[in-house]
Every structure is written in C-alpha cells, then in structure tokens.
C-alpha cells in the first residue's frame, strides 16, 4: 500500500459491524476515524391524558437504532419552571412495532398541585425532546371558568385536521406576539380536547396513528391532555385481512382513566373536571351497550356524579349517534336506553348535560324535550363530508334543531359557581365536497351554532291556551297560547302542545296528539321539495308562529282537553298552561 493510498477496512467486534479508515501516512502514525452511532428519534409526541389535579399521563413514542439493543429506558424529567426540571418519572416502554424498533412511553407523574403549571421533558437514554408544558387541573368548586374542544372523524385528509387544530389554538392563543404568552393564554383557558371516534381509517394500520392523528395535532396534544373514544374504524383492518395482533394499536396509544368496567378498561371511563363530569364510552357493540355489567357500572357512574354536590354538568362522549339525520344508517339503537338513563338522572338531581358524538360527518344540535341535555354531531376534523341526499332517505328528527353538512369543531365554555353555565360554539369551515370551504376565514365569521346554558335560568311566564275551531277544516281545531314572555328577554325556543280526551291525563295520547315544534329548523333532506339545492342550507320553520299549532281528523260530539308549556333557548319549560276544554260540533 502506498503511503498516498486510503484503504477501508471492515471490522467485526462483539456483534458490532464498525467502519474504520486507516489512513497509512509517511511517518507511520495512524489515524482512526469511527462513524458515529445514530441518535433515537422521537416519532410521536410527547402527548398527554388522564389530568386529574394531582397526575398526569405523559405518552411519546421513540424509533432507537438498529444497533442499540430495545427497549430503551425513558423518563419525563419536569418541574415548575423550564430552567429547573427537578424531578424525574422513569417510563414503561412497549413494543409496537418490532420492524422498525418502534416503542411507546408510557410515564404517570404524581404528586403535582393543583391548578399549576409545570414544565417537562421527555427522554430516553440518548435523545431528549424540547421542554414542554401543561397545567393541571384545578380542585372542585374552584371557581375557575375553562373550556373544552369537542372534534371527530379525523381518518383522512390529516391536512384539514391540522388546519382545525391550528384555528383551535389560534382561538385560546389570542393575538399574542410573544410564543411564551401565546402559550400561558392556552394553558389557562383550554382544559382538555375531546375526539369522538374514527381517528384514523384502519385501526390495525400501524403507520395511520401518527400520520393522521398525532402529527396533525402537534402543538395542542403536548400541552393539553385528550380523552378520545374509540369509533368503528379503530377496529377495521385493511382490506378484511386477519390482524395480526388481538387488539388494534388505539390500545397501545392510549392511558384512558382506568375506572371503567374491568372487562372493558379504555373502552369505558369517566373523569371529573372542575364542575363537569365527562363519560366515555365504546358504542361499536349493541350487545355491549345493553349489557349488565356496563350499564351497572353507567348506573353507579351517574348516581356518583348526582350526588357530589360539586358536579353541575354531565356530558356524555361516544362515536356513534343515536340519530342522525344526514346519515340514519350510521345510528346506533343500543345508544337509547344509555340516552334514556342520562335524562333520568339529569331530571333526578337537577342538572344539565348533553352527548357529543360523531360517526357522520356533519354537525348537528339538538336538545332532548323533558331533560336539560343537549344532543351535539361534533363535527368531522378530516373525514368526508355526509352531503345531503347522499345516504337516502334523510331524517328530520324533531330533536334536532340544526344539521350543517360541513367541517368545523366545538368550544364548550363552563363557569363554575353560584350560577354555573356553560356557552357551546360552533365553527364551521364549509365542505370541500360541495361549498364554502374556508379554513382562512376569521373565527368570529365562522361561527355557525351557539347555545347557552344557565342553571339559575328564569322559566317563562305561564301561557294561557286557547282552542279556535277551524271555519275552512271540517273537525280541526288550532290550540292557540298568549304572547312569549320570559322575565329574562330570551328567545321563544320552543312550544309544546296536548290534546286529551281524558281531562289530567296526557301520558298514552296519541302521536298526533302530542306535537314539540321550535322557531327554527335547518334541514335540507328532502329533494321533493321544487328547487331542492344540496348545497343550500334551509330552515324549515322561517316565519312560523311558534304559539299555535293546529290538530286535525278529530271526532265530532266529543269533548277535548288541552293545554300548552314554553321553553326558552336556556332550555327552561314554563309550567303547563291551565287546561282548556273543547268539542267538535
């Protein structure tokens, strides 16, 4: 070998295959030069769950070396400010992908004070990511107002699920210049985000977690914590082939509250906030839903929640419906005895809540008639868009007050105290599929729904009914009550009326017999109507007086009964008018 001449040799030492250079120069003086070993790279997160005042879950996924012998150990090193992480939490690895090396961290961090921020980092043994931070949650009856984010369906197009995430940040951040405020303006305001099923396409499809569901919400899922429900698509394997594995990887991921049933931990849970209680639940099984063992638990679960006198809300989270308009196929009828349950206990001990769900690909928002408890289809952060008349026949419920066939997600605002309340929002970003799809408009411009709820709410005054016998309808009669008068000036919401032929009692009338009919309607599901136009939003109802309301096909030398209530938009019924008496001739 020449003294100019560079040779490369390979060297084989304890199983380690390393390239040397040896380099031969003129004065024999040899120079090695080892290639450095690759770092561990962090491919998902750090991401949070399971908040309570004292704990936090901190969850990330690591990709290590081909040459470092997994698992690697890990930790979470925090403290309440970025410059002096004292602590340390060492984490729990799991395998989740043996090709690439790939494991998941899991680490619980105790022993936090409440209502405080804290600092954190995340490690393994030869890489750290940056630091970031999270507040816990504050003790009951704090006092302390707070918002959630209710968005769904994010198993495709991970451009729009970005897209929503950055307007959910851009909402709590404010117009602050500066990252650090921008980011304290977060952490004060937003508590916890819920997803409602179907966050990826095909749950046994490793790659789809970070592609369509984590990486698109980087930014807000480090800072704070997310309780997702599994949907249906969670439990879908590609192209029907038989996973390889029992359970789809959403149960690796995920460090749910762990007081669910004990046959269905992470499919079932709960957890207090402040003064809400959130329930989660798997709706992808009917058996399940109706069986003894979960609704035991849901009865147990909800009795709890009754009773503590510092709970003030109760809201429900599953991926499926238990209606829905644009899509009546996507339902699930298991859901209506847990529906049935959740306005039981509502009316029992006085307090309001609702079910945020997803499943069909649109926003939707209702109330129940004789509960406190609103009905809210989230909206889709990704997936396609259930266009009208695309799932025929469409159904217009009469629990439904608005359908949209559109993206966009929910802000739910709760004040705590005396007068507990809480605000819903929705904004909406149009539908690529078919019109006004706009991610770059204001937020304020894309506000679409609004709802207010306050305990303390005055009910209206008391109506006073009347019955009109009809001069053009043979055996008609319209029940006609006086002016809408709420001693707090809100809207008119909605009427209900009863005939009877049986004075007092109005439980087993019939149907027609029974009619709830509010100010508005949007729904566009019906293209018999000449000029039907999918990409039109309609109110059914624009322009009709919402006091009366007329009964038809009635039996002549009978004497009828009636009498109608008032609700307002805080969702407060006024009492029953006094009963009238009437007969046709």
């Given at each position: 070998?020449?003294?100019?001449?560079?040779?490369?040799i390979?060297?084989?030492?304890?199983?380690?295959?390393?390239?040397?250079?040896?380099i031969?120069?003129?004065?024999?003086?040899?120079?090695?030069?080892?290639?450095?070993?690759?770092?561990?790279?962090?491919?998902?997160?750090?991401?949070?769950?399971?908040?309570?005042?004292?704990?936090?879950?901190?969850?990330w996924?690591?990709?290590?070396?081909?040459?470092?012998?997994?698992?690697?150990?890990?930790?979470?090193k925090?403290g309440?400010?970025?410059?002096?992480?004292?602590?340390?939490?060492?984490?729990?690895?799991?395998?989740?992908?043996?090709a690439?090396?790939?494991?998941?961290?899991?680490?619980?961090?105790?022993?936090?004070?409440?209502?405080?921020?804290?600092?954190?980092?995340?490690?393994?043994?030869?890489?750290?990511?940056?630091?970031y931070?999270?507040?816990?949650?504050?003790?009951?009856?704090?006092?302390?107002?707070?918002?959630?984010?209710v968005?769904?369906?994010?198993?495709?197009?991970?451009?729009?699920?970005?897209?929503?995430?950055?307007?959910?940040?851009?909402?709590?951040?404010?117009?602050?210049?500066?990252?650090?405020?921008?980011?304290?303006?977060?952490?004060?305001?937003?508590?916890?985000?819920?997803?409602?099923?179907?966050?990826?396409?095909?749950?046994?499809?490793?790659k789809?977690?970070?592609?369509?569901?984590?990486?698109?919400?980087e930014?807000?899922?480090?800072?704070?914590?997310?309780?997702?429900?599994?949907?249906?698509?969670?439990?879908?394997?590609?192209?029907?082939?038989?996973?390889?594995?029992?359970?789809?990887?959403?149960?690796?991921?995920?460090?749910?509250?762990?007081?669910?049933?004990v046959?269905?931990?992470?499919?079932?849970?709960?957890?207090?906030?402040?003064?809400?209680?959130?329930?989660?639940?798997?709706?992808?099984?009917?058996?399940?839903?109706?069986?003894r063992?979960?609704?035991?638990?849901?009865?147990?679960?909800?009795?709890?929640?009754?009773?503590?006198?510092?709970?003030?809300?109760?809201?429900?989270?599953?991926?499926?419906?238990?209606?829905?308009?644009?899509?009546?196929?996507?339902?699930?009828?298991?859901?209506?005895?847990?529906?049935?349950?959740?306005?039981?206990?509502?009316?029992?001990?006085?307090?309001?809540?609702?079910?945020?769900?997803?499943?069909?690909?649109?926003?939707?928002?209702?109330?129940?008639?004789?509960?406190?408890?609103?009905?809210?289809?989230?909206?889709?952060?990704?997936?396609?868009?259930?266009?009208?008349g695309?799932?025929?026949?469409?159904?217009?419920?009469?629990?439904?007050?608005?359908?949209?066939?559109?993206?966009?997600?929910?802000?739910?605002?709760?004040?705590?105290?005396?007068?507990?309340?809480?605000?819903?929002?929705?904004?909406?970003?149009?539908?690529?599929?078919?019109?006004?799809?706009?991610?770059?408009?204001?937020?304020h411009?894309?506000?679409q729904?609004?709802?207010?709820?306050?305990?303390?709410?005055?009910?209206?005054?008391?109506?006073?009914?009347?019955?009109?016998?009809?001069?053009?309808?043979p055996?008609?009669?319209?029940?006609?009550?006086?002016?809408?008068?709420?001693?707090?000036?809100?809207?008119?919401l909605?009427?209900?009326?009863?005939?009877?032929?049986?004075s007092?009692?109005?439980?087993?009338?019939?149907?027609?017999?029974?009619?709830?009919?509010?100010?508005?309607?949007?729904?566009?599901?019906?293209?018999?109507?000449?000029?039907?136009?999918?990409?039109?939003d309609?109110?059914?109802?624009?322009?009709?007086?919402?006091?009366?309301?007329?009964?038809?096909?009635?039996?002549p030398?009978?004497?009828?009964?009636?009498?109608?209530?008032?609700?307002?938009?805080?969702?407060?019924?006024?009492?029953?008018?006094?009963?009238?008496?009437?007969?046709?001739?």
């Amino acid at each position: 070998m020449s003294k100019a001449e560079t040779e490369k040799i390979d060297i084989s030492q304890g199983g380690d295959l390393r390239l040397f250079t040896l380099i031969v120069c003129q004065f024999t003086v040899f120079f090695i030069t080892v290639a450095p070993e690759a770092a561990s790279t962090f491919t998902v997160g750090p991401y949070l769950q399971t908040a309570t005042p004292t704990s936090i879950q901190v969850m990330w996924e690591v990709e290590v070396p081909r040459s470092i012998k997994p698992p690697q150990p890990g930790s979470v090193k925090w403290g309440l400010s970025p410059e002096n992480l004292l602590y340390q939490t060492v984490s729990t690895p799991i395998s989740v992908d043996q090709a690439s090396q790939k494991h998941i961290h899991h680490a619980s961090l105790s022993g936090l004070e409440p209502d405080s921020i804290y600092y954190y980092q995340v490690e393994v043994s030869d890489s750290s990511s940056a630091v970031y931070s999270f507040k816990t949650p504050p003790l009951p009856r704090s006092g302390e107002s707070f918002a959630f984010v209710v968005y769904t369906d994010t198993q495709s197009r991970p451009e729009i699920h970005k897209k929503m995430v950055d307007k959910i940040k851009e909402y709590f951040e404010g117009t602050a210049e500066r990252p650090a405020i921008a980011e304290k303006n977060l952490l004060h305001s937003l508590a916890f985000v819920l997803v409602s099923g179907d966050i990826v396409s095909e749950g046994y499809d490793y790659k789809q977690y970070k592609t369509l569901y984590f990486d698109p919400a980087e930014g807000l899922a480090q800072h704070i914590p997310y309780y997702p429900t599994i949907g249906n698509h969670e439990y879908y394997v590609s192209n029907g082939e038989k996973p390889d594995k029992k359970n789809p990887y959403y149960f690796d991921y995920m460090r749910l509250p762990p007081n669910g049933p004990v046959a269905f931990l992470q499919r079932f849970y709960s957890f207090n906030y402040s003064n809400i209680h959130v329930i989660g639940l798997d709706s992808n099984d009917a058996y399940t839903l109706q069986s003894r063992p979960l609704l035991d638990w849901l009865r147990r679960d909800l009795r709890q929640a009754c009773n503590n006198s510092t709970i003030d809300f109760i809201f429900l989270q599953t991926h499926h419906p238990y209606k829905s308009e644009l899509w009546p196929a996507g339902e699930q009828p298991a859901l209506g005895g847990v529906i049935k349950l959740m306005e039981k206990y509502l009316n029992r001990c006085d307090k309001a809540g609702g079910h945020f769900f997803g499943h069909t690909h649109a926003y939707s928002r209702g109330q129940s008639r004789d509960s406190n408890f609103i009905w809210v289809n989230a909206g889709t952060a990704g997936g396609w868009i259930d266009i009208w008349g695309a799932y025929p026949p469409n159904v217009d419920y009469p629990e439904f007050q608005r359908t949209f066939d559109e993206l966009g997600f929910v802000v739910v605002e709760v004040i705590p105290g005396e007068n507990p309340s809480f605000k819903l929002t929705r904004f909406s970003f149009g539908a690529p599929e078919t019109h006004n799809y706009q991610t770059d408009i204001p937020l304020h411009r894309a506000i679409q729904d609004r709802v207010t709820y306050q305990k303390n709410n005055t009910r209206p005054e008391r109506p006073i009914a009347q019955a009109v016998l009809s001069e053009s309808k043979p055996f008609s009669v319209t029940v006609m009550g006086s002016p809408f008068i709420d001693p707090e000036g809100q809207q008119h919401l909605e009427s209900h009326f009863q005939i009877t032929l049986d004075s007092g009692h109005y439980d087993n009338i019939p149907k027609e017999w029974d009619r709830w009919i509010r100010f508005e309607n949007w729904y566009n599901g019906d293209p018999n109507i000449q000029g039907w136009d999918p990409n039109k939003d309609v109110n059914t109802e624009a322009g009709s007086d919402i006091t009366q309301i007329s009964f038809n096909h009635l039996l002549p030398d009978k004497l009828y009964y009636c009498r109608i209530r008032y609700r307002d938009a805080g969702l407060k019924w006024s009492e029953w008018s006094e009963e009238r008496v009437f007969s046709i001739p």
